[in-house]
C-alpha cells in the first residue's frame, strides 16, 4: 500500500487486490450456495445436514475480518462525522493522525495476547465440522497486522506526504 | 462506575467525536477498559469470534442485503414499480402515493431502509421530479417510505435487535407488520392532505401512467416479484423454512427471476452484486462484531444493572417509562448512528424492562420504529445523506420538506406506545404467549 516507484510493484498490488476482492466474492458466494444446499437437503431431500449453518458461520467470521483487513477503504467505514465535517481540512489531518496512531498502537499491543488466544484454541473443535479452533480463529493473526500496517502507512502518509495515502477519505459522507 | 469504564467511555466517545470509525471506536475503548482493569487482551477476539460464532441469525443479514440488492440490479424493483403506479398513478399527489406503496411491497422482500432509498427509492424519486414535484418534496417522501422497510417483516434492524436481547426473531418480524401498515396509511393521509392543501392536479400527464390496454401485461411481468413476500412470509410462517433460510431462499428466488424470466443479470453483473454485498455485510459484520466486545465491557463493568436500579429508584410506571426511553432514543436518533443505538444502547434498557415486564418483542419494534426514525431526523439522518449522496439533491432541500413526515411517523410511535396490542395481535395469532 506505499507509495511504490515502480510500475510493475504497482501491478503486483493492484493483481492482489484484486484477487483478494475475488477470494471476497467466493466467500459470499460459499455461504449463499451452502444454505441454498441445507435448504434443498432439508425441504426436498428430507435429509438434513448438520454441518451447513456451522460452515456458514465460519465463513461469514472469516469474510468480516478478511474484508475488514484488506478490502474496506478508511472512508468507507461507519463513523460520526458531525465535528470531523465540520472543522477545516488541517484540523481533519490532525484528527486523522490522532485516530490512527491510537488505532494502530492499541490494536498493536492487543497481538501478543490475541496470538496466545487463537493457538490456545488448538485443544477446541468446531461442533459439526470438527476443525479446530485456532484454525477457524487464524484469520485474526491476518486481519490485525494487515490493519496496523495500513494504519501505519496511512499516518506516514499524513505526517510526511501527500493527505492521506491512499486511504484517503472523501470530503463527504457517505 | 468505575474508572476503568469511564476511561472506556472516554475512548469511545472521544475517538467516535474526532472521525474514527464507530467499529474501532468500541474495539479501542474495550481494549483500554481491558488494561485498565487488568483483564486478558485476548478476551477482545475471543468475544467477537464467539458472539459471531454462536449466533446463526446473523447469517441472515448479508443474505437479506445479497437478496435486496439482487432485485435492486435485477430490474425485479422496476416491474413492481410500473405495477405500483398502474394502481395509484392516476390520484391526486399519485407518484408520491406510489413512493410510499411502492416502499411497503419492496419492504416485503427487503430488510434495510438503505437498500430502499437506494433501490426503489431512487427510482420513484427521479420519476417524481421529472413528472414536476420539487426535488426536496420527492425527496423528502422517498426517506420517509423507506423506514417502512425495517418495520415490515424483513427486518435487518430486527435481526440485530434479536442479536441482542434473545427475543424470538419470527415473532418480532410478525410485530412489525400493523406498525408498517399504519406507517403506510399515516404517510398517505399526509401526502393526500398536502396535496389538497396545495390543490395538486392529478398526474395524469405523466408519461409513466399505465393505460387500460397495459394492466394485463404489466400485472404479468410484475407477477413474479410480487410473489416474493408471499414465499418469504409463507416459507418463515408456515414454518416451513427459519428467518435465515428464508433469506436465502429469496436471494435463489429473485437470482433465477432476474437471469430467467427478466433476462437482466450477466456474470460481471453477478460478480459486482456479491462483491458488493459482501461488502456492505462486512461494514455490517465489523460493527456487529466489535458490539459484542463492547457489550462484554459494559456487562462486565455492572452497568445495564446500575442503570435498572436507577431507573427503578424513579418509580417508574411501564408506560412512562416507555415514553422516557422513547424519549431518549429519539434524541440519541438525532446525533448517533442506529447501528449504536441497536447493539450498544438498547442492551442497557432491557433489564428495566425485564424487571417491569414489559414484553421484549412490544420493545424492540416500538424502538426499533423509533430508531428508524431517527434515520431521517437531521442532523446524522443516515438516509438523508444516502440519498442526497446518490441523488445529488442538497442536504439541506431535503431536511426543509422532512419534518412533514416525521410527524406522522412519530404519530404512528405514540399510538403503538399506548396501545401494545397493535404490535402484539398478529404474533398472539401466531402462538405467542406475550
Known amino acids: 500500500m506505499s507509495q511504490p516507484k515502480g510500475e510493475t510493484f504497482m501491478k503486483v498490488l493492484r493483481w492482489l487486490h484484486d484477487r483478494a476482492k475475488d477470494v471476497g466474492v467466493v466467500l459470499l458466494m460459499a455461504i449463499f450456495f451452502t444454505f441454498v444446499l441445507q435448504v434443498f437437503m432439508r425441504y426436498v431431500v428430507g435429509h438434513p445436514l448438520g454441518w451447513t449453518l456451522e460452515m456458514s458461520l465460519m465463513v461469514y467470521l472469516w469474510l468480516v475480518f478478511w474484508f475488514s483487513g484488506f478490502l474496506v477503504k478508511d472512508k468507507e467505514q461507519i463513523y460520526f462525522d458531525m465535528l470531523y465535517v465540520a472543522v477545516k481540512p488541517k484540523t481533519r489531518q490532525i484528527f486523522d493522525i490522532i485516530t490512527g496512531t491510537i488505532i494502530v498502537i492499541a490494536l498493536a499491543l492487543s497481538y501478543p495476547a490475541t496470538v496466545d488466544y487463537v493457538t490456545f484454541m488448538k485443544i477446541e473443535k468446531t461442533g459439526a465440522t470438527q476443525i479446530r479452533l485456532d484454525y477457524v480463529f487464524s484469520i485474526f493473526l491476518i486481519f490485525l497486522p494487515f490493519v496496523v500496517i495500513r494504519g501505519g502507512i496511512r499516518i506516514f502518509h499524513l505526517l510526511f506526504g501527500d493527505s492521506g495515502g491512499p486511504d484517503k477519505r472523501e470530503e463527504t459522507n457517505p | 462506575m468505575s474508572f476503568a469504564f469511564a476511561l472506556s467511555l472516554g475512548v469511545l466517545f472521544g475517538l467516535g467525536a474526532v472521525g474514527a ?18 483483564q486478558d487482551l485476548g478476551l477482545v477476539v475471543e468475544q467477537m469470534a464467539q458472539g459471531v460464532l454462536n449466533n446463526f441469525i446473523i447469517l441472515a443479514i448479508p443474505l437479506f442485503i445479497l437478496s435486496a440488492r439482487i432485485m435492486n440490479e435485477g430490474a425485479l424493483t422496476d416491474r413492481l414499480l410500473k405495477f405500483c403506479i398502474m394502481i395509484l398513478g392516476r390520484f391526486r399527489g399519485g ?58 417483516p424483513p427486518s435487518i434492524p ?34 393526500a392532505y398536502v396535496a389538497a392543501k396545495k390543490k395538486w ?46 433469506a436465502a431462499i429469496a436471494a435463489f428466488y429473485a437470482l433465477l427471476v432476474a437471469t430467467f424470466f427478466y433476462r437482466t443479470i450477466s456474470v460481471q453483473k453477478l460478480y459486482v452484486i456479491f462483491f458488493e454485498s459482501a461488502h456492505s455485510g462486512a461494514l455490517v459484520g465489523l ?98 445523506y444516502v440519498l442526497s449522496g446518490i441523488t445529488g439533491v442538497p442536504f439541506s432541500k431535503i431536511v426543509r420538506e422532512i419534518w412533514v413526515f416525521i410527524i406522522p411517523l412519530l404519530a404512528v410511535l405514540v399510538v403503538l406506545i399506548i396501545f401494545p396490542d397493535l404490535v402484539l395481535w398478529v404474533p398472539r395469532i401466531f402462538g405467542y404467549k406475550g
Open chain 2, 21 to 38: 470509525p464507530i467499529a474501532y471506536a468500541m474495539i479501542i475503548a474495550s481494549i483500554a477498559y481491558l488494561l485498565v482493569a487488568g
Open chain 2, 158 to 191: 430486527m435481526v440485530q435487535y434479536s442479536l441482542v436481547s434473545d427475543a424470538s426473531i419470527g415473532y418480532l418480524f410478525l410485530g412489525g407488520i400493523i406498525p408498517a401498515f399504519l406507517m403506510t396509511g399515516f404517510l398517505m393521509l399526509t401526502i
Open chain 2, 95 to 152: 407518484l408520491a402515493h406510489v413512493n410510499v406503496f411502492g416502499s411497503l411491497i419492496f419492504s416485503g422482500m427487503s430488510g434495510s431502509a438503505i437498500a430502499d432509498v437506494a433501490g426503489i427509492g431512487r427510482v420513484m424519486m427521479n420519476m417524481m421530479i421529472k413528472t414536476g414535484y420539487s426535488p426536496g418534496f420527492a425527496a423528502a417522501i422517498t426517506v420517509a417510505s423507506a423506514t417502512i422497510g425495517p418495520i415490515f
Open chain 2, 287 to 384: 460493527i456487529i462484531a466489535a458490539a459484542y466486545i463492547f457489550n462484554f465491557v459494559v456487562t462486565s463493568a455492572n452497568i445495564p444493572q446500575l442503570i435498572s436500579t436507577l431507573i427503578s429508584n424513579l418509580n417508574l410506571t411501564p408506560l412512562s417509562f416507555m415514553l422516557l426511553a422513547n424519549v431518549i432514543f429519539l434524541v440519541l436518533g438525532c446525533f448517533v448512528d442506529a447501528t449504536i443505538s441497536l447493539l450498544v444502547v438498547i442492551p442497557l434498557f432491557l433489564p428495566s424492562c425485564r424487571a417491569m415486564g414489559i414484553d421484549l418483542v412490544y420493545f424492540g419494534v416500538v424502538i426499533v420504529l423509533n430508531i428508524m426514525i431517527g434515520l431521517t431526523t437531521p442532523p446524522y439522518g443516515i438516509l438523508l
Open chain 2, 201 to 246: 392536479r392529478p398526474d395524469r400527464a405523466n408519461d409513466e401512467i399505465v393505460t387500460i390496454r397495459e394492466i394485463p401485461r404489466v400485472t404479468i411481468q410484475a407477477f413474479p416479484a410480487l410473489l416474493l413476500p408471499v414465499i418469504l412470509l409463507g416459507g418463515i410462517y408456515g414454518g416451513v423454512a427459519t428467518p435465515t433460510e428464508a
